[in-house]
């Protein structure tokens, strides 16, 4: 739970091109979704007609049907006038499965390669659920109850804004500093072939997982069926993960910051946080998490789709993943790996739970 980095004078002409590295790299978190913008606005000005729109659904017979489209007007769309308006107007989430994957995984994979960093992806990650949830909400097509709607987007504002605060604190407010630490090792382990795997391991997972969890919003904006008890539970249930996930991630970083000015003092800093949350799960912020995506899918469960779940079990995966790496790096340190087996001897992993071994 430490933060290994300590901050050293810098010149001033080091301190002057980091401020330009952080406001080009910020300029390109600006404009980098500039071709799905582009996109959904070609979309409603070419293809949003009075006689579509009167039409409804059943509009898809004005134009080429898709079963009538090749695979290559179906993967590339954007080239052909009449299977852009098809897939967009008619199959949302291929459409923004289209656009994830060309504006995402191969621009942002493109980008990575001549930064060779994959930095751009972590912020992200707490935007892009944002963005499908308004293309879903703003589609000319959707339908939907005003209220499970209006819940829905300001629950994923909440979640993005919080998360993509944690990450630009834990950043110290920077744009590209540094990639994530996992991504990290994987390129000094694959070295040579990290170019192309990258392609796979941090971009097209990345569509699988965002596009997976963000499906609810979809449900939510395909249908008019009216708010029912079921959604204010999936309201608490949201509630309560961001409330513990934030408690949580304020705990670490005051932890962090702590040992922080425990190194600038010259004193030991303290090898483990065992207090707050902390004391009861060894990873409240990913238990948070988890209650936060899974009560979120609640409201796809709602309007009849319970099939789109499968992306909180699949983020619950990943999650699991995550926490065996991550623990696995904090049994490495030498100088805490006793203190940290025994940590988790005695404390459980996810669910906050009293300590498994009386510690008096």
Known sequence: HTHTHTAQPKPPNHRMSRFWRN??????????????????????????????LDAGPDAEALLVSFDKLSWTEVIFPFLDGDAFCTVGLFHPLLFANLLFFYNVCVLFWIISLLQKSTW??????????VLLGHFYQYHPFARTDDTRSMLAIALIWIWS?????????????????????????????????????????????????????????????????????LDWVAVAGAVLGLSFAYVADTQLRSFMLSNERRRSDGRPVVQLLNTGLWYYSRHPNYFGEQVWWWSFGL??????????????FLNSIVLAVTTKLTEGRMLARKERRQLYAEYCRRTSMWVPLPKFVNTN
């Open 299 to 312: 409201l796809a469960v709602s309007v009849g789709q319970p099939w789109m779940l499968c992306g909180a």
């Open 161 to 229: 804004v919080r998360l993509t605060h944690s990450y630009f604190r834990r950043e110290e407010w920077q744009f590209g500093e540094r990639e994530d630490w996992r991504f990290a090792e994987y390129r000094s382990k694959h070295g040579r072939h990290f170019w192309w795997t990258s392609f796979f391991v941090a971009y097209l997972s990345q569509q699988a997982m965002l596009i997976g969890v963000s499906l609810p919003l979809l449900a939510v904006h395909q249908s008019e069926a009216a708010i029912w008890w």
């Open 23 to 52: 406001f080009a790299n910020a300029a390109l978190c600006v404009l980098v979704p500039a071709p799905s913008v582009m996109a959904l606005l070609l979309l409603r000005a070419r293809c949003v007609s009075v006689s579509i």
């Open 120 to 129: 751009l992806i972590d912020p992200y990650w707490t935007i892009l659920p």
